[in-house]
């Protein structure tokens, strides 16, 4: 299985431009070995009404088998935990799901990452 992207959306169609953890879902892209991304599901935010700043450890829950997440604000200490936790957390503009996703997708082409 490749790399999994979780990118915070309220409509499955832009990214949710409030907080990451106040998404209502989450749509799961997986990477392939072509660096393209291929969508797998959509998975509710039991929190998306009551998570709190800073609270990683509710959306760990629902997309913790996702190393990377996407979205338009995250919180700088939700940041800082991530990154600790070799989690990739990714800022965009708020923009289409499929613009985010080329936006990463170019940088990880650039810096040939995988």
């Not at 989450?26 to 009551?50: F, G, M």
């Not at 990739?88 to 936006?103: C, G, Q, R, S």
Request: charged share 30%; with cysteine.
């Amino acid at each position: 299985m490749g790399k999994l992207i979780a990118i915070g959306t309220n409509d499955g169609f832009k990214l949710n431009e409030d907080h990451f953890g106040q998404s209502r879902y989450y749509d799961i892209y997986e990477l392939d070995e072509r660096k393209c991304a291929i969508k797998v599901e959509a998975r509710q935010n039991p929190y998306y009404e009551s998570h709190k700043h800073a609270e990683v450890d509710e959306i760990l829950k629902v997309i913790g088998d996702c190393p990377v997440w996407i979205g338009s604000a995250m919180g700088e200490r939700s940041l800082k935990r991530l990154a600790e936790m070799n989690y990739e957390p990714v800022i965009l503009e708020p923009m289409t799901i499929d613009e985010a996703l080329k936006a990463y997708l170019n940088e990880l082409r650039k810096d040939g990452k995988h």
